[in-house]
């Protein structure tokens, strides 16, 4: 079984600035592609920003010169710093994983952790 944990959520002020962490954790054979999601409340789920195992990374408009995704592939750890943060970046944020479990036969698999919740006030 594969599990992803992330830390690092919480409340900071309009242009202050926090990092989230995932770090993925279980059977792990390898690891693809890992990004980073948020929910707003009654809002749809949205990508921000993903990264995959050679580096090369991926973010929404909104988010560009702001945010920046970076990963540990020895740690299986996936980061995200959140600066000049904004109250419409306020949400639930998940992490995600493309992950082949036990061995390279496995098929790869989406796996999500459960959510920090990021608030920003203004």
């Known amino acids: 079984q594969v599990q992803l944990v992330e830390s690092g959520g919480g409340l900071v002020q309009a242009g202050g600035s926090l990092r989230l962490s995932c770090a993925a954790s279980?059977?792990?054979?390898?690891?693809?592609?890992m990004g980073w999601y948020r929910q707003a409340p009654g809002k749809q789920r949205e990508l921000v920003a993903t990264?995959?195992?050679?580096?090369?990374?991926n973010y929404t408009d909104s988010v560009k010169g702001r945010f920046t995704i970076s990963r540990d592939n020895a740690k299986n750890t996936v980061y995200l710093q959140m600066n000049s943060l904004k109250p419409e970046d306020t949400a639930v944020y998940y992490c995600?994983?493309?992950?082949?479990?036990?061995?390279?036969?496995?098929?790869?698999?989406?796996?999500w952790g459960q959510g920090t919740q990021v608030t920003v006030s203004s």
């Open positions: 995600n994983a493309d992950v082949r479990a036990v061995s390279w036969y496995k098929p790869f698999l989406q796996y």
């Open positions: 279980g059977s792990i054979y390898s690891i693809n592609v």
């Open positions: 990264i995959t195992s050679g580096g090369g990374t």
